[in-house]
């Protein structure tokens, strides 16, 4: 609907009230839709799962169509994300936000900082989902509103091509709101504690859910160590419970992920059920590290499983968890996606303990021997040294082709040293193209840095804390912040506007007409930004 059709619109629904609702204007009204256009939660996740669906079927066509997101851990973060995207870029277009259960441990529990083993309050991520999309709301309003005042200013200057202009950028304005994967852990509970927060998190705006085939209480980050798996039934039932939420909520075309952490994995607290050889059951308990059983030294309360018709002992730790064998990762890794994307799952995610293109590919081109389609979600993890991980791939592969690296010690490629050097050149190289890349080779939908806004504003802190405390003093902040903001149009420069002085002025003149007391006259100080 266009901006004119919209207040013709407004002005039918007030005429019949003309008589009684005197002051009511049709145009303010539009103005006030058109900056409200998602009137809940659920409006969200329809909207951005058709566009995630979309890109993902832009993907199939052409990889280079990857998408990519950073991971945000309050509102503001996340507007300002979205704010510099479409003054840099143009446009949002396959640019998401990623919400990170770790920074909501670490940054958003009542408990305070907690590590990322799901002992953080589960409706913080709800919480977090619903600020989230409050801040990109504001920021259309924001922004909106900035064109509404331009396009009063052309008409008052009787400028009619100015006014048309805007008119039309008003009618094509593209939102701020953009699809947001959720981190849901693994599930904090059961499958039924897992539908109820899902419908939370769905009716709070988010169109895509990651889930992982971790045990909930016993869940570990996916870049440490003591991950214990589930077997496959058990993830299965949380995926169907995923699938009716989004259902029960009408957003049939929403998006699950389906996390293995098994390349990690090397402990399950439950033996799969197993009906008949071969089943899924089997499957799963065949990767499991067993002894032959000799009847003279069973032990008291041992475990025995029958395989391949005689019996033996799988190994059990004092923790009451099953070990695998080792090795095994990388077929579990794979039995656990075939397996997600056969029983629903949308996306997969394989946590790596690093970023290496032909390692992802080659578990992708095992799934896709089954199911074709399996595309990925990466997590480009700040776990990863990247430096060292990408000078050590380099040096690898020099080292293969005969090419001399006598210059270059392998342990310590992290050293400043190397920096300027042709293989750390090559290594920044292949840093900077890893997301194309990966794409293109290894099946990679979407791209995200699970923490980048957590380090962001550490040492962005550190910088300003180094400075003002020191010899710069207020220096440290004019020169390095505020000078920086206006030159490089930073938007929140004006932070009376970013938090929205100018949205209730405009409120404060429909409402009160000539007698609104407004903020933003000739002495408030956000004038001295005008330049």
Known sequence: MTYQQTITEADGEIGQFRQTWDG???ESVARMRLQNRFRTGLDIARYTAKIMREDMAAYDADPANYTQSLGCWHGFIGQQKMISIKKHFGNTKRRYLYLSGWMVAALRSEFGPLPDQSMHEKTSVPALIEELYTFLRQADARELGG????????RAAGNDVEAQRISQAID???????????DIDAGFGNAEATYLLAKKMIEAGA??????NQVSDEKQCGHQDGKVTVPHEDFLAKIRALR???LELGVPDGIIVARTDSLGAGLTKQIAFTAEKGDLGDQYNSFLDCDDVDPATLGHGDVLISRDGKLVKPKRLRSNLFQFRKGTGEDRCVLDCITALQNGADLLWIETEKPHVGQIGGMVNRIR?????AKLVYNNSPSFNWTLNFRQQ???AWAEAGKDVSAYDRAKLMSVDYDGSELAAEADERIRTFQKDAAREAGIFHHLITLPTYHTAALSTDNLAKEYFGDAGMLGYVKNVQRQEIRQGIACVKHQNMAGSDIGDDHKEYFAGEAALKAGGEHNTMNQFAA
């Open 172 to 182: 094509n304005h593209e939102t701020h709101v953009v699809p947001i994967i959720a």
């Open 394 to 396: 380099v040096y690898d």
């Open 24 to 26: 009511i204007d049709a």
């Open 147 to 154: 064109m509404f005042r331009d396009l009063d200013a052309a």
């Open 244 to 246: 009716y939420a989004f």
């Open 207 to 212: 169109c895509a859910l990651q889930i992982e």
């Open 369 to 373: 021997e089954v199911v074709p389609g």
